[in-house]
């Protein structure tokens, strides 16, 4: 078992208390790891505020190329990382090396819009008073920003925070999840290899209530981004101020199978995209709205598909679905399919076998809320404008898609639907990590991906000069 400090300044740090990090799947002790408390929060936060300045200096290139040598690494340490993630998490290996390959694209994203940071003009004449002037508004650094991480995607989503932050010329404090803070503790260690300033990137793992707590509102943090649920993204929000804030947040992503869809393909995509990661994706297939005439088809292909994924230790290389991240939140899943009518197949300390629901009422915890678990329900309808309907009656808005043939189909639907991303002939579980992502309504409000990030996480100034 490997042991972890804290990581303030460019170095390893004791904390208040130690946690010891377990797999999810079997509960087998994984690593030690230290917890800050008040002090170390205060102290990584004085640290980051130091290395500010340090920060702006650097040029683009500087920066840009910090970013790259991180992504050389990541690459270098791919195994390493799968196993830290796969451990942690509980995330299948396979998947966690796609985590990795993923993790090191935000970063070349991250080293290339780092390069590619720039203002603009303004048509100053363009206002009769503005003759004889000129003026160009520039992209500066906020200063030090708060990240805190789920723990769904420990290594990526801590870069999609981490990588645009550097790129434009910030210092970050990163509180990352309790369950899930190794990858987090590892990555910073690689930061220092490739060459960032001590300082810039402070590491501080500590229970949300006390750590996150602190680093909202706190007069030194220009900004937070948080990802997470929604009911701690609110309560954050509202303490926030006027701090800047990004809030990527949870959803029940739905999916439109037209009478006209592929139905093997949609089906085999469907079921990819809920069984993942045991379904604890922000992007998850939940809710499915398959038109009348093909529902029994439709679902006899899912539930085939769904059979078809074996379930084991993360480890093990031939695993598609593992565990949950607790045997509480495996407890929750299970009351939640028991209310809906179905009945959960557990094994082990945390592991539910792949559920379809058919029918449930769209009130049903399983359809409206947010389940994140191995669990989608199918449900029929009649009408395209119907199936809109029912989508857009999630108070959750991050991604959605549509099987179809028709183009005139897949466009009312994608104009219609009230999401932050939508898919065509795909699941919304895809993301690439240059896209902007991020939702409406409940699931949040900002965008990620780096070049998209970069503009919540730069100021814009005015320079405004008369050449009259
Ligand atoms: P969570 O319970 O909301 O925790 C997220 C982070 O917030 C953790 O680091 C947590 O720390 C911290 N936290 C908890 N209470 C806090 C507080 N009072 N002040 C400050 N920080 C606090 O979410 P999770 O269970 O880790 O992750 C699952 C959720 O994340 C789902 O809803 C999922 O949809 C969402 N998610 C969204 C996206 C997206 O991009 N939209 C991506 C992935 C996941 P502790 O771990 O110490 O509690």
Redesign the pocket.
């Known amino acids: 078992m490997n042991s972890y400090g804290l990581w303030i300044q460019g170095a390893e740090t004791a904390g208040e208390s130690v946690r010891t990090v377990h797999v999810p799947f079997d509960g087998a002790p994984f690593a030690a790891v230290a917890e800050a408390g008040p002090a170390q929060t205060q102290a990584a936060i004085d640290a980051a505020t130091a290395a500010a300045p340090t920060m702006r200096d650097l040029s683009r290139a500087q920066r840009s190329a910090i970013l790259r040598q991180a992504r050389q690494l990541l690459l270098d340490a791919k195994e390493e990382f799968a196993v830290i993630i796969a451990s942690e998490s509980g995330k299948p290996l396979r998947e966690a090396r796609l985590e990795v390959d993923r993790g090191a694209a935000t970063l070349l994203f991250s080293a290339e819009e780092a390069n590619r940071l720039a203002g603009e003009e303004v048509p100053m004449d363009a206002a009769a008073h503005g003759a004889g002037k000129m003026a160009l508004v520039i992209r500066e650094p906020l200063g030090v920003i708060a990240a805190?991480?789920?723990?769904?995607?420990p290594l990526n989503?801590s870069l999609h925070k981490i990588g645009p932050a550097l790129a434009g010329g910030n210092a970050v404090v990163h509180?990352?999840?309790?369950?899930t803070p190794v990858s987090a503790l590892r990555l910073a260690r690689l930061f220092a290899e490739a060459g960032l300033p001590p300082g810039a990137l402070n590491v501080i793992?500590?229970?949300?209530?006390r750590?996150?707590?602190l680093?909202?509102g706190h007069p030194a943090i220009a900004m937070v981004t948080?990802?997470?649920?929604?009911?701690?993204?609110l309560?954050?929000r509202a303490k926030a101020g006027l701090q800047r804030m990004t809030l990527?947040?949870?959803?029940n992503s739905a999916v439109i199978v037209a009478a006209d869809a592929d139905l093997e393909d949609a089906a085999r995509r469907c079921a990819a995209g809920a069984f993942a990661n045991s379904g604890?994706?922000?992007?998850s297939v939940q809710r499915i709205l398959v038109a009348e005439p093909i529902a029994a088809a439709f679902e006899d292909a899912l539930r085939d598909a769904a059979a078809q994924l074996p379930i084991g230790h993360p480890l093990d290389e031939s695993t598609a679905v593992s565990s949950l991240?607790s045997p509480a939140e495996a407890d929750r899943v299970a009351a939640w399919v028991a209310e809906a009518g179905g009945a959960a197949v557990r094994s082990g300390r945390a592991t539910i076998a792949p559920i379809v629901l058919r029918g449930v009422p769209d009130t049903a915890r399983v359809f409206a809320d947010?389940v994140?678990g191995p669990v989608v329900s199918a449900n029929s309808f009649r009408t395209l404008d119907e199936a809109i309907n029912r989508v857009n009656a999630s108070v959750y808005g991050?991604q959605a898609s549509i099987f179809t043939k028709d183009l005139a189909t897949a466009f009312r639907a994608a104009r219609r639907v009230h999401v932050g991303g939508f898919l065509i002939n795909d699941v919304p579980q895809f993301r690439a990590d240059q896209m902007p992502?991020?939702?409406v309504k409940r699931?949040?409000t900002g965008r990620?991906g780096p070049r998209y990030a970069l503009e919540e996480m730069t100021e814009r100034k005015l320079i405004c000069w008369n050449v009259s």
């Open positions: 805190i991480t789920p723990f769904n995607f989503l509180k990352p999840a309790s369950a793992p500590g229970p949300g209530g750590v996150g707590d680093l909202v948080f990802t997470g649920s929604a009911d701690v993204g309560a954050l990527e947040l949870g959803s604890q994706v922000c992007i991240i947010e994140f991050l992502y991020g939702g699931s949040g990620e």
